[in-house]
């Protein structure tokens, strides 16, 4: 069990950020909007980071986590922020697939509670900070 949170943790999101790979040839435009949106939700994560501390589970259980972790605060889960990023900008336009990669952003999430990294608040929040960064860049561009 531990093997699995540690790849849903660690791995699994690589596989979310390939995933826009499958639209180049055919919409490169959409790739890069879910790109960038995994950059917005990346930056606006470390920043929310840094001025809003919750301590990560770990550290509160004074159980190691599963995997190396840092002492910044927990809140939100940027790994999260990201994946849900990318599966929101290609859920608006490719729903099926988008279902897909946005139960692979859940896994994800759920993988960095296991290895005690985040909190379901943390993860919460980073769903919610994702499908803010994927709606800034696809308003954004419609607009443009």
Known sequence: ??????????YAIYLVFAAPLVFVKKDLLLAVKSWLAAGLGWASGKFIQDFFYLPR??????HPALIKAILNGSFPSVHTTMAFAISFVIYKHHPKFGAGLLILSFLVGVGRIGVLVHSPIDVAGGVVLGYLAAWVLDNYHSRY
């Open 1 to 10: 069990m531990n093997d699995l949170l540690v790849f849903l943790a660690v």
């Open 57 to 62: 589970p770990y550290i509160v259980a004074q």
